[in-house]
């Protein structure tokens, strides 16, 4: 199966630092925050990957190549403008293929382990499902939570089957999705993901997961910080 990692945004709240690097690039632990997704990608078996870029782009082909020294192979979908997720993967589609594909934040970092993803990807295209996603805790940042999680389905607000015990969670920003879920989006035009994912949700065409392990949406130079001292610490007792 193949992989898109989104790496085209402008990462403003990571001023100044994102003024002259692309915000994939910003490192943690010794290693590039995309760097971290490329290689626990290839561990899993998921080696085909793509990478969408806007801002300072050049910089991540130039660092990344072709992905050989990853033992991945990275091709690239460039924007000359942000397309916002479901835009930017749309743009890309014709990259990657019509089987059931993963896609990935760059700049969160988790420790998901994304050797299941391949057989979930193969049960999206039995179950009729347009798509799963890993949910995590909320975090003090986004109290308020995406999508409320019953069992293995997301289910909208207001369906009755709720109960008190189905928490309401952050999307972590790893998913699958089918290809026929971007199908009707043009290439090259800006179109946010949100709004797919609740049409799909009300028609009950999503499942997911709770990963109740490290995540940690690198949005802020403070949460940058925190998570390299995080890693050096850990790595460092390894």
């Known amino acids: ?56 782009g050049a910089q991540l082909e130039s660092v990344l190549g072709d992905g050989s020294r990853f033992g991945a192979q990275i091709q690239y979908s460039p924007e000359t403008r942000a397309l916002e997720t479901a835009g930017g993967i749309a743009n890309a589609l014709h990259m990657l293929g019509e089987q059931p594909f993963a896609v990935i934040n760059g700049d969160i970092y988790c420790d998901y382990d994304f050797s299941s993803l391949p057989e979930r990807a193969a049960r999206l295209q039995v179950d009729g499902d347009m798509a799963h996603l890993v949910l995590v805790n909320n975090p003090e940042h986004h109290p308020q939570g995406d999508f409320h999680l019953h069992a293995t389905r997301l289910l909208a607000t207001s369906d009755q089957r709720l109960t008190t015990n189905d928490s309401l969670l952050t999307f972590s920003g790893i998913g699958l999705y089918h290809p026929a879920l971007f199908g009707h989006i043009a290439r090259g035009s800006v179109a946010p993901l949100a709004p797919l994912l609740r049409e799909q949700i009300a028609l009950g065409k999503i499942c997911g997961e709770h990963h109740t392990g490290l995540w940690i949406d690198v949005g802020t130079p403070q949460r940058l910080m925190e998570l390299d001292l995080q890693l050096r610490t850990t790595h460092a007792h390894v």
């Open 1 to 56: 199966m193949k992989a898109m990692i989104l790496a085209a945004g402008r990462g403003e709240r990571m001023r100044p630092l994102t003024d002259h690097t692309p915000k994939p690039l910003l490192e943690v632990g010794g290693k590039a925050l995309i760097v971290w997704h490329i290689e626990k990608l290839v561990a899993a078996g998921i080696t085909e990957l793509v990478i969408n870029h806007a801002h300072l």
